[in-house]
C-alpha cells in the first residue's frame, strides 16, 4: 500500500514539474471546405529555468511532426507543426504524443476537424517547420527555419533535424549599399537622447515575397531600415523577422550598437517565393515579449505590400498573451492595393499601433525613425 501511494506521489511531482507551456492543445480546425494536406500548428514555450529537449514525437502512420528547434532555452519559443494527408473526406481526430526532457510522461496534443471534399492534387506552395530528414532524431540546435516542402515524402514520425538545413545569411561579399538602391542617411545618433527617449524593443517582421521584388518597394523598405538603424543606441533591441514561403528569426535581440551586422542584414533582404504569413504575428509577438523593456517602447513593425490573414480567433490569441507584457504592433504598407491597404490599417488599428503608408523616396526614408521617436518619446 506504501509503494501504491508513493508511485502516485511520484507521477503528481511528474505532472507538476512539468515546465513546456503551449499556445494549444486541442487544435480544432472546424470545418475544411477543401485540401489536399491538413496541417495544424502550436507555439511551445519554455517556462522553466532550464533548457529542454524535444525528443520524439508519436503518432498513427501517416501523420508527420516537423518543429523549429529541438532545444528551448529558459523562455525560448518553437513551432510544432502537425501535418496529415487524408483519404477520404469526413471527420478526422489525430493524437500526437511529444516526448520531453522535463517530464517522463509525453505531452497529448489533439488535431480535429470536419473535411468536406478531399482536394485530387496540390501544386500550390505551402510552408513546414524545419527540415524533412526519414528517421532522424538526433538533438542538434537550430536556428527557426520555416521551409517549403521536399518533393520526397517523410513517412515517418520522426521530428526532423532543423539544423541540417542552414539559415540563409545576408550577404556579406559586398556589404555596401548601392546608391540607387538604399540612400545614406542624413540623421544622427544625437537624434535619438536617453533622457528624451524611452529604450526600444523592436521586432521587423518583413515581407519578402515575390511581389516585393517590385522596382520601388525593396529599395523604399530598405532605406527605411537603414535610416532607422542609424540612430538607433546599444539600449535598443532589435529583431529580424522574414516571412514569404518561409518564416524565419534571421537574428534576434541584437543591440542598437552593433550597426555594421544590422545593416548588413538589411542589405541581405532578398524577394522571393509566394506569401504564406499566417500565424507569423502570433509568433512575432512572443519573440517580442522574450526581449521586453519594461517602460520602454516594444513594438513590431510589419513591413508588406499585401493583405495579411489575422483573424478575430488570432486577435483573441493575441489579446491573452499581452497581460503585463504589451506589444503594439503597427503597419508599415507598400504599393496601392485597396484591399490590402484596408487591412492593414485594421491590424495596426487592432495592435493600438499606426498605419504608415510608404511609396516614395522623398520623406519616405524617415517615417519608420519617426514612428519610432514618437512611441518611445518621455512624456
Not at 538589411?266 to 521586453?292: C, W
Not at 519594461?294 to 493583405?307: E, H, M, P, S
Not at 491573452?320 to 487591412?343: C, L, Y
Request: glycine letters at 6%; a positive charge.
Amino acid at each position: 500500500m506504501g509503494r501504491l501511494f508513493l508511485f502516485f506521489v511520484c507521477i503528481i511531482c511528474l505532472d507538476a514539474e512539468a515546465q513546456i507551456r503551449f499556445s494549444e492543445k486541442e487544435i480544432n480546425l472546424a470545418t475544411i471546405p477543401e485540401a489536399y494536406e491538413i496541417r495544424g500548428d502550436v507555439i511551445l514555450t519554455n517556462a522553466s529555468a532550464a533548457k529542454i529537449y524535444l525528443l520524439r514525437a508519436d503518432a498513427e502512420k501517416g501523420v508527420k511532426i516537423y518543429t523549429s528547434k529541438k532545444t528551448l532555452l529558459p523562455a525560448d519559443t518553437c513551432l510544432l507543426v502537425i501535418s496529415f494527408i487524408p483519404s477520404e473526406k469526413g471527420r478526422f481526430n489525430k493524437t500526437i504524443k511529444l516526448v520531453a526532457s522535463d517530464q517522463d510522461k509525453p505531452y497529448e496534443l489533439n488535431l480535429s476537424g470536419n473535411l468536406l471534399k478531399v482536394k485530387a492534387d496540390d501544386k500550390t506552395a505551402c510552408y513546414y517547420f524545419g527540415n524533412r530528414r526519414n528517421n532522424s532524431i538526433a538533438l542538434k540546435e537550430g536556428p527557426v527555419v520555416i521551409n517549403a516542402p521536399a518533393e520526397k515524402r517523410d513517412n515517418s514520425n520522426k521530428m526532423p533535424d532543423p539544423s541540417a538545413e542552414p539559415l540563409q545569411q545576408p550577404a556579406t561579399t559586398n556589404p555596401g549599399r548601392q546608391p540607387d538602391e538604399t540612400p545614406k542617411s542624413k540623421v544622427s545618433e544625437n537624434e535619438l537622447s536617453r533622457a528624451e527617449f524611452k529604450p526600444n524593443n523592436i521586432l521587423f517582421l518583413v515581407d519578402v515575397s515575390g511581389s516585393m521584388k517590385d522596382s520601388l518597394k525593396l529599395p523604399l523598405m530598405k532605406s527605411a531600415l537603414h535610416t532607422l538603424i542609424d540612430v538607433v543606441r546599444d539600449v535598443d533591441r532589435m529583431t529580424f523577422v522574414t516571412y514569404a514561403d518561409s518564416v524565419k528569426v534571421i537574428k534576434e535581440g541584437l543591440s542598437g550598437a552593433d550597426k555594421k551586422t544590422l545593416h548588413e542584414l538589411v542589405d541581405g533582404l532578398k524577394a522571393h517565393g509566394l506569401t504564406k504569413g499566417n500565424k507569423a504575428i502570433l509568433f512575432s509577438q512572443l519573440l517580442a515579449q522574450k526581449y521586453y523593456i519594461r517602460g520602454g517602447n516594444n513594438q513590431i513593425l510589419l513591413a508588406t505590400d499585401g493583405k495579411f490573414n489575422f483573424s478575430n480567433d488570432n486577435f483573441k490569441t493575441w489579446t491573452e498573451r499581452q497581460q503585463d507584457k504589451k506589444i503594439i504592433i503597427s503597419t508599415v504598407a507598400f504599393g496601392d492595393d485597396k484591399t490590402a491597404m484596408k487591412n492593414l490599417k485594421e491590424i495596426a488599428e487592432r495592435g493600438q499601433g499606426s498605419f504608415i503608408h510608404i511609396k516614395k523616396r522623398n520623406g519616405s526614408h524617415e517615417k519608420l525613425l519617426n514612428e519610432m521617436k514618437e512611441r518611445s518619446k518621455i512624456q
